[in-house]
């Protein structure tokens, strides 16, 4: 049987890994003892204690057709570990600072600025001293 199905990453989890709680989709028929061991024995981390809670599926409708269906429910299990032990599915990149220069050897400033549609622009100026004319580009990358 397999207990841990798949880790539960949202904008709420992610806050919640943060305080030491991580949350992941686990068996229906699966208990707080055996998820805990679980998690101790994949993860390598101590396991303070488990929270479960079963998800309700909810009814949608079709499109096209008026009718709806019913999508099935899970079970969720939110595991507090030990202080200082953290779980690395969970952990968000660090950002990288990346110092430009141009051929002269001056720096570049960058300014990075998100768009409405969450794609990254990024702004580059210029501010070598010397032949180099001062000239803004935007890159957008992303999608």
């Known amino acids: ?53 079963n998800v309700k599926g ?17 079970k969720k299990a939110l595991v507090q570990v030990g202080k200082g032990q953290k779980i690395a599915l969970f952990e968000t990149p660090k950002e990288e600072k990346v110092t430009v220069t141009t051929a002269e050897g001056g720096p570049i400033k960058l300014k990075e600025k998100k768009d409405i549609l969450g794609r990254i622009k990024v702004k580059i100026e210029k501010t070598a001293v010397g032949a180099a004319p001062t000239t803004q580009r935007k890159v957008i990358t992303g999608k």
């Open 1 to 53: 049987m397999i207990i841990l199905k798949r880790p539960i990453i949202t904008e709420k989890s992610m806050k919640l890994a943060q305080q030491g709680l991580y949350t992941f989709e686990v068996d229906k028929n699966a208990n707080k003892l055996q998820i805990g061991k679980m998690v101790a024995d994949k993860f390598g981390v101590k396991v303070i204690g488990v929270k479960t809670i």
């Open 58 to 74: 909810e009814a949608k409708a079709q499109k096209r057709v008026r009718k709806t269906y019913q999508v099935s429910g899970f």
